[in-house]
């Protein structure tokens, strides 16, 4: 597929998508997010793509779905969209992603960040669940994924206002890593993007895993599916690496197998 709404690249097992509709704010419209799927699916399926970087520009990582694409728009039209099913697809993307956010990152672009699984953002970076202006509340899982990240209370403020924070509040709050000085934001996503890759990548996917599982199940059953892939993780060679290295005082080499 060739993209007019992304950049695409790949830096040894760092793959690195940045929004690119930077008229609009990189506003996600529905050619973007296929775009965006198509490509995180195409790193699923690349062995040599350990770990990807999602981004924006300087201005906005995202200021939320194209509003453009709401005017006139009917509940089944709504639903006739793969919207949900292109969201559902980014959810269910196995291999880490981190959201290195400068600028706007509001609604949908919010959500979006957090449905990565680490979140570093420039100095810049504000963040807000606007929908609420436009007559809408989140749709792409910001009333469910915020409050799990910020709490209820903070949530409800940011959701029913429509007011934007800025990085280090964010950060307070627990939405965010870290906050970077924007110049750097990108080399401390690639250095972080690194430091996964080089982990065996099975263990790493069953850690998303295992993790995500934690924020919606009761603890037994969540414990009970940990249990069951650490078990997995014995069938590896990466497994085998790791512990024969460590005792043979060497460096182990993953090769995700
Ligand atoms: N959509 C379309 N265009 C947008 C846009 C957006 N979300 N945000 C900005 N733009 C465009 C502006 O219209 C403007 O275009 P021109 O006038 O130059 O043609 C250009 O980007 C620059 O924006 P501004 O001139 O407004 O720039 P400012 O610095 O003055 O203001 C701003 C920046 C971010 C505060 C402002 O642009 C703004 O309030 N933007 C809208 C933010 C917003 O309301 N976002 C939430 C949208 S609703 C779902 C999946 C996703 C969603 C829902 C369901 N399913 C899976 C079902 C998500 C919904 C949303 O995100």
Aim: charged content about 25%; proline content about 5%.
């Amino acid at each position: 597929m060739a993209y007019q709404n992304i950049l695409v690249s790949t830096e040894e097992s760092v793959a690195i998508v940045t929004l690119n509709r930077p008229d609009v704010l990189n506003a996600l419209n529905q050619a973007t997010m296929n775009e965006l799927v198509d490509a995180l699916e195409a790193f699923d399926h690349d062995e040599t793509a350990r770990c990807v970087i999602l981004t924006g520009n300087e201005r906005a990582f995202a200021a939320g779905a194209d509003i453009n694409e709401f005017r006139g728009a009917t509940p089944v039209q709504m639903l006739q969209e793969p919207r949900f099913l292109q969201w559902e697809r980014i959810r269910r993307f196995p291999k880490p992603i981190i959201a290195a956010v400068g600028g706007y990152c509001l609604g949908g672009g919010c959500e979006l960040a957090m449905l990565c699984d680490i979140i570093i953002a420039a100095e810049t970076a504000r963040f807000g669940q606007p929908e609420i202006n436009l007559g809408l509340i989140p749709g792409a899982g910001g009333t469910q994924r915020l409050p799990r990240a910020v709490g209820k209370y903070r949530a409800m403020e940011l959701i029913v206002t429509g007011r934007q924070i800025p990085a280090q509040l964010a950060y307070e709050w627990g939405l965010v890593n870290r906050v970077v000085p924007a110049e750097v934001l990108l080399d401390e996503a690639r250095a972080l993007a690194r430091e996964i890759a080089a982990k065996p990548p099975v263990a790493v996917r069953l850690a998303k895993e295992a993790i995500l599982k934690s924020l919606d199940t009761p603890l037994d059953v969540g414990l009970d599916h940990e249990r069951r892939l650490f078990y997995l993780l014995f069938s590896t060679e990466d497994m085998k690496e790791g512990v024969e290295a460590f005792l043979n005082k060497r460096r182990a080499e993953f090769k995700g197998r």
